[in-house]
């Protein structure tokens, strides 16, 4: 069965570094996003992406974030200059014209 | 009012019970409705999609009521695997659009 496969599955930075979370998408879907979940609350959407193009961002997702499709297989999310607040669970998600099925995550620390 | 609201719970029941759990959400204009179940520090999966018609998949049954903004689900003779947080997930425009996510209803089930 095909799926979203994210890298890495643990990520720990220092406050102020930069991170780069990856992600491969199902390779037929044309649709891509990144949610986080902080531990202990909801799932929350940061950015859709299509057609190579940013579609929609929530307020979460300000100057401090950057999402990027380098090539044809990868889908990236790029967080500048990290905030202990920063910590969370980033899944990033595909669909192609209906369900979205999502990766295992990424768990980012941020000591 | 939050966007998609649920019985944050816990609920505790026994193997074989019927559970039943609430969701409301706040957009009239949402366009898609869905229960994702996520397992402690996993990415959520679906579970099943939910229709004006209501629809079942086995022992799993979901309603939605658009008049007022109510959705559930229903799960007979549950098994120790169904212990979870469901999700109720909310798609405001439907289609590949973003999805806005309940902050879930824990399940445990006991032998």
């Known amino acids: 069965e095909p799926e979203v496969t994210q890298t890495p599955s643990h990520q720990v930075t220092q406050m102020g570094q930069e991170v780069i979370l990856r992600c491969v998408p199902i390779?037929?879907?044309?649709?891509f996003y990144w949610y986080r979940q902080i531990l202990g609350q909801k799932v929350e959407f940061l950015v859709s992406?299509?057609?190579?193009?940013?579609?929609?961002k929530s307020e979460i997702f300000d100057d401090q974030f950057s999402v990027e499709r380098p090539d044809g297989s990868n889908f990236t999310l790029k967080i500048r200059s990290t905030k202990l607040e920063d910590s969370a669970m980033y899944f990033c998600?595909?669909?192609?014209?209906?369900?979205?099925?999502f990766g295992q995550g990424t768990r980012l620390t941020v000591v | 009012r939050k966007e998609v609201e649920q019985d944050p719970g816990p609920f505790n029941v026994p193997e074989g019970a019927t559970v039943a759990f609430n969701c409301t959400y706040s957009n009239s204009a949402s366009q898609s409705f869905f229960w994702y179940r996520q397992d402690c520090r996993k990415e959520p999966k679906l579970l099943m999609s939910?229709?004006?018609s209501g629809n079942e998949d086995g022992r799993f049954t979901a309603q939605l009521n658009r008049a007022s903004q109510y959705i559930s689900l229903l799960i007979r003779d549950s098994k120790l695997s169904d212990s979870a947080t469901y999700l109720c997930?909310?798609?405001?425009?439907?289609?590949?659009?973003?999805?806005?996510f309940g902050k879930g209803t824990k399940l445990t089930v006991n032998p």
């Open positions: 390779s037929n879907h044309l649709y």
């Open positions: 997930v909310v798609s405001p425009q439907g289609g590949s659009e973003k999805l806005v």
């Open positions: 998600a595909s669909s192609g014209s209906t369900e979205a099925f």
């Open positions: 992406f299509y057609n190579n193009e940013i579609s929609e």
């Open positions: 939910v229709y004006s």
